[in-house]
Each structure stands twice: as structure tokens, then as C-alpha cells.
């Protein structure tokens, strides 16, 4: 009898794992709070990560930053974008509807809580769908790789005068971008700036621009003319290559390392 008892009892414990295995969780074991998981960062903002020197992630209605203490200046890292709001518009063709995503324009602040904003950081506006237009305050200096890359909806950028360092691809793979003026103190033009913008018609920058790095304004198959300034000394690899509506780009007599497929493909150059 003992041993059918412990028989009897082994069976059931058995039973007991597999069904706990089995089980499907629960409503209540779904709802998990996204702040518990990301340790409540937005709690106490910039708390959590202070180093003595740099407060990191602080948040501001929906701009998080970097709050560089010893330096007093603020770097935007990331942008709250929430959900994507989709409109229902009539469609061109026939009466169905089609759904299209609402656009935002951006007007990032000059100071948050008097201190200046000076940096926009790598990617830190990147791969969004509802950004029509962004204006960047004067204080800010530079603008990391990749800040804009992939802003389908990017349809212009103001930037400041204060701007002195601009990084690569910023505005790459911006199919709705159709005007960039670089102001006068960038001397600089890095790789890849505006790859692929293939709306864009108006292009300026001034005259202290010395180099364009490579496939700075590739395969903007929109452009037509491009001012290259007089202080133009380096034209880097595909700078240029595909823009084939462009007609018109004088090169100054400064510009002595000219890449042999800067303007690769310009079917249009020169006719």
C-alpha cells in the first residue's frame, strides 16, 4: 500500500509541473508598466545616470538630452515621436480612401531651463515618418552623423548661422527634402550629407566650403545647378554621381583634387 500511496503522489506532482508548463499567462500577467521595465528612467529624469559631469537622459516635454555640467550645454539625443497618426483622404484615382500619416513640424528650443542647446546627436531625429520641417535654434554648433537620416517626410530644415560642424549623412535618404541652404561657417561638406534626397532643387552654401566629401549629394536626381563657392579645393569620390538633372556646376580654380567620378552620370551636364 506505501508503495502505491508514493506511486499516487509522484504521479500527481508530475501532473502538477506539466500543467504549470503549459500555462497561458493571463491578462493581468500581460499588462507590464513600459516604465518598470526601463527602470522608471523617466522618474526622476537625469538622475539615475549622473556622473559628476554629464546628466544623461533628461527629459524635456518630448526632447531627451544630455545635460554636460562643467561645459554647461545640452545635447539633444532623442525625440518622442509617440504614435503615428493616420488620416483617411480621398484617394486621386476612384472614391476609396487612402490613409496617410499627420506630419509634425519641429521647433527645437534654444535653452532648456537657460541652458544652451549646442549639439543635435548621432540619429537622434532619425528614421521617422512625420517630420515636415525642422528648425534648429542659432547656439547650436553641430549636428551628429545620421541626426535625419531616413525623415521620409522631411520637407525643409532651417539651420543656424552658429553651425560649424556638420556629420556624415545627416539628411541622407530624405525623399522629401527640397531645399538646403548650409550656412557660410561650415568649410566642410562630409560624405553622404544628402544622399538620395531626391526632391532636392535648391542647394546653397558659402564660400569658405573647401571640400565636399564623398557621395555628399548623390543620386539627387532633382538638383539641376550647384554654386561650388571659390574656396573649393577637394571634390570626393560620387560627390555628385547620378544628379542627372544637373546642368550647371562650376568648378573654381582653388579646386586642384576633383575625385575622376565626382559628377559620374550627370547625363545632363554640360548640354
Known amino acids: ?61 518630448k526632447y531627451t538630452y544630455n545635460l554636460y555640467v562643467e561645459e554647461n550645454y545640452i545635447e539633444i539625443t532623442a525625440y518622442d515621436f509617440g504614435e503615428e497618426i493616420v488620416e483617411e483622404v480621398p484617394a486621386v484615382d476612384d472614391d476609396e480612401e487612402e490613409e496617410t500619416i499627420a506630419t509634425i513640424d519641429i521647433k527645437i528650443p534654444a535653452k532648456i531651463d537657460g541652458v544652451p542647446v549646442k549639439k543635435i546627436a548621432t540619429g537622434a531625429f532619425a ?46 535618404y530624405c525623399p522629401a527634402l527640397t531645399a538646403l541652404a548650409i550656412p ?23 564660400n569658405k566650403v573647401t571640400s565636399i566629401g564623398d557621395a555628399a549629394f548623390a543620386y539627387c536626381v532633382s538638383l539641376e545647378t550647384v554654386n561650388l563657392g571659390t574656396a573649393l579645393t577637394t571634390v ?14 562650376t568648378l573654381p580654380a582653388t579646386a586642384k583634387d576633383v575625385a575622376e567620378d565626382a559628377f559620374a552620370n550627370c547625363t545632363a551636364l554640360g548640354k
Open 127 to 172: 528614421k521617422n515618418e512625420v517630420v515636415a520641417s525642422v528648425e534648429i535654434p542659432e547656439g547650436v554648433t553641430e549636428i551628429a552623423d545620421e541626426a535625419f537620416w531616413f525623415s521620409k517626410s522631411l520637407e525643409s530644415v532651417k539651420l543656424p548661422s552658429t553651425l560649424t560642424k556638420l556629420g556624415k549623412r545627416v539628411f541622407a
Open 236 to 249: 570626393g569620390a560620387g560627390a555628385f554621381k547620378w544628379c542627372t538633372s544637373l546642368t550647371k556646376a
Open 1 to 61: 500500500m506505501k508503495k502505491i500511496a508514493l506511486i499516487l503522489v509522484f504521479a500527481l506532482l508530475v501532473m502538477t509541473f506539466a500543467a504549470c508548463g503549459n500555462a497561458k499567462p493571463t491578462d493581468d500577467d500581460l499588462d507590464i508598466n513600459p516604465e518598470e521595465l526601463l527602470g522608471n528612467k523617466n522618474e526622476n529624469p537625469g538622475e539615475e545616470k549622473d556622473d559628476g559631469k554629464i546628466k544623461y537622459d533628461c527629459v524635456y516635454e
Open 184 to 206: 557660410a561657417s561650415i568649410t566642410e561638406i562630409p560624405a553622404g550629407l544628402c544622399t538620395e534626397c531626391t526632391a532636392l532643387v535648391d542647394l546653397t552654401f558659402g
